[in-house]
């Protein structure tokens, strides 16, 4: 049976979903871009200590904010 994504659902992807894959991989960062083209999208960052999760924000904000125009 296929879930149903609600707007809500779509506005972001939790934390908790980035740290589950870098756990599963053995990633120290993670960075996930989701984009419901023409309407939505959302940058998730993770990492698995206070310096991967500096370094992995600093990379989203880098993306959302120089790659995908997002306003400061």
């Given at each position: 049976?296929?879930?149903?994504?609600?707007?809500?659902?779509?506005?972001?992807?939790?934390i908790g979903d980035a740290k589950r894959?870098?756990?599963?991989?053995?990633?120290?960062?993670?960075?996930?871009?989701?984009?419901?083209?023409?309407?939505?999208?959302?940058v998730t960052t993770y990492g698995k200590?206070?310096?991967?999760?500096?370094?992995?924000?600093?990379?989203g904000n880098f993306l959302k904010h120089?790659?995908?125009?997002?306003?400061?």
């Open positions: 049976m296929t879930e149903r994504i609600t707007p809500e659902r779509l506005a972001e992807i939790p894959i870098a756990t599963e991989r053995g990633f120290d960062q993670i960075i996930i871009i989701g984009r419901k083209v023409n309407s939505h999208e959302h200590d206070r310096a991967n999760c500096d370094a992995a924000a600093q990379i120089k790659i995908m125009g997002w306003l400061e």
